[in-house]
């Protein structure tokens, strides 16, 4: 016999700001989480699992198109007709409060009280599952200790959305401790909250499968459930099986002193046919992260040839592929100079660099410096684009302007020849 356990697929999660990027696949992207949930309904098929759990945040939050209801519903009912049973907890995101409406659940998905921990016995499986929804959004006790014992001779599966690692990434919602979901006596607990897919804990196994499609950069990598083989009453072995239809990727490329411009973007093409070539069909969604001392940074200083670099980078997977795009591209390259070497210097350049640095360090001057720049603000009406005013010219900012100072100077004062 087997299950599937799914968790956090924010079905129509809205990603926001995404018309804001250039050239991406807007459709792609916000159908992403539905396609999620029918490679999921898949899974549970091909594998003959017998039921599924979904720990939680099976929804984004209520919804503004009703469709988002309807689709899920009939995703159920796929799963009704080849005869696999769905168990629902509610959490943060669409617990009862969240939700104003009823959905057309099928009769074989059963949602778990928001009350207290309920219990469902699977007489013909030998399966006892326990959980609890979340009534609202602020749950921030700890559920475990009201969790019923387990029923003897049955398979005890436990549903919980809960953050039980003090992830500081999630909200500590429903906190527990890996300690106490071990000495409970369940066979499995099915989590849910955290994003990321760890086992936390074998013999019982404590598992979150991590959401089932990554919906920024910061959730990359495959994502999908968890399928458990329980076999003479206990479980057997997971495997891991992806549901996701877009990848999340962050590719670091360290570029070398002699590196220019040309250099970088052959660096990136040769990095984005690769990921092209491992993505399986899926559409990959890369930030590049451009790092290190290379002269491409002199040729990048100025802002014409900057955004003429980034729009032939976003151009490059389409030389190759239509599944990639390049979400973000961040510069975070150097001069290529030693600048502890050429601060140390006796020479006019040395004497610029350290009374930079005087003024960066010095919390006095740096007042000083954002009364004068405010001064001159004002005067000239420049137009303030960066911030609002409590933080326009302040200490922050100053040492970022004191930065860019720093870098132009040392662009203009010295040539890649004289390069440390
Ligand atoms: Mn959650």
């Known amino acids: 016999m087997k299950f599937v356990h799914a968790a956090d697929l924010h079905i129509d999660s809205p990603?926001?700001?995404l018309e804001h990027y250039e050239g991406a696949p807007v459709e792609r992207v916000r159908l992403a989480t539905r396609v999620a949930l029918a490679n999921l309904v898949r899974a549970c098929v091909e594998e003959e699992a017998s039921f599924l759990i979904v720990?939680?945040?099976?929804?984004?939050?209520?919804?503004?198109?009703?469709?988002t209801a309807l689709f899920a519903a009939a995703q159920m009912r796929t799963l009704r007709n080849h005869g696999v049973r769905v168990f629902v907890i509610r959490g943060n995101h669409d617990s009862r409060d969240e939700m104003s409406y009823?959905?057309?659940?099928?009769?074989?998905?059963?949602?778990?009280?928001?009350?207290?921990?309920?219990?469902?016995?699977?007489?013909?499986?030998?399966?006892?599952?326990?959980?609890m929804s979340f009534p609202r959004r602020e749950l921030t006790e700890n559920l475990v200790p009201r969790y019923p014992d387990p029923?003897?001779?049955?398979?005890?599966?436990?549903?919980?959305?809960?953050?039980?690692?003090?992830?500081?990434?999630?909200?500590?919602?429903?906190?527990?401790?890996?300690?106490?979901?071990?000495?409970?006596?369940?066979?499995?607990?099915?989590?849910?909250?955290?994003?990321?897919?760890?086992?936390?804990?074998?013999?019982?196994?404590?598992?979150?499968?991590?959401?089932?499609?990554?919906?920024?950069?910061?959730?990359?990598?495959?994502?999908?459930?968890?399928?458990?083989?329980?076999?003479?009453?206990?479980?057997?072995?997971?495997?891991?099986?992806?549901?996701?239809v877009l990848r999340w990727r962050r590719e670091a490329i360290a570029l070398a002193p002699e590196d220019g411009v040309d250099e970088l973007i052959d660096a990136a093409r040769m990095r984005l046919k690769a990921v092209a070539g491992e993505s399986d069909g899926r559409l990959a969604a890369v930030r590049l992260e451009f790092k290190g001392r290379c002269r491409a940074h002199r040729t990048l200083g100025d802002e014409t040839r900057r955004l003429e670099t980034v729009a032939q980078l976003r151009a490059l997977p389409g030389e190759?592929?239509?599944?990639?795009?390049?979400?973000?591209?961040?510069?975070?390259?150097?001069?290529?100079?030693?600048?502890?070497?050429?601060?140390?210097?006796?020479?006019?350049?040395?004497?610029?660099?350290?009374?930079?640095?005087?003024?960066?360090?010095?919390?006095?001057?740096?007042?000083?410096?954002?009364?004068?720049?405010?001064?001159?603000?004002?005067?000239?009406?420049?137009?303030l684009k960066d911030e609002g005013d409590d933080r326009f010219a302040g200490p922050d900012q100053l040492r970022r302007w004191l930065r860019q100072a720093e870098d132009e100077l040392l662009n203009r004062l010295t040539t890649t020849e004289a390069r440390a």
Not at 60 to 65: K, S, T
Not at 182 to 211: C, Q, S, T
Request: glycine share 10%.
């Open 15 to 17: 990603l926001r700001g």
């Open 55 to 67: 720990s939680g945040d099976l929804f984004d939050g209520d919804w503004n198109d009703f469709n």
């Open 102 to 131: 009823r959905v057309p659940w099928p009769d074989n998905l059963h949602m778990l009280d928001c009350k207290r921990p309920e219990t469902i016995v699977l007489e013909d499986l030998g399966v006892a599952i326990h959980g």
């Open 151 to 244: 029923i003897k001779g049955l398979l005890n599966v436990g549903l919980l959305h809960t953050n039980a690692t003090g992830s500081l990434d999630h909200d500590s919602y429903a906190p527990c401790s890996v300690g106490e979901l071990a000495a409970k006596g369940y066979d499995y607990w099915g989590l849910g909250h955290i994003h990321k897919r760890e086992v936390l804990h074998e013999g019982p196994y404590i598992v979150y499968p991590g959401n089932t499609q990554g919906r920024h950069v910061r959730e990359t990598g495959a994502k999908g459930c968890v399928v458990a083989t329980v076999e003479g009453g206990e479980v057997a072995s997971l495997a891991f099986r992806s549901t996701d």
């Open 320 to 383: 190759f592929t239509d599944d990639l795009w390049v979400e973000k591209i961040k510069l975070e390259t150097d001069l290529p100079l030693d600048r502890e070497q050429l601060r140390k210097g006796r020479d006019v350049l040395g004497d610029l660099l350290r009374s930079i640095d005087d003024v960066r360090s010095d919390d006095a001057a740096l007042t000083a410096l954002g009364e004068q720049v405010r001064k001159l603000a004002t005067r000239a009406t420049l137009e």
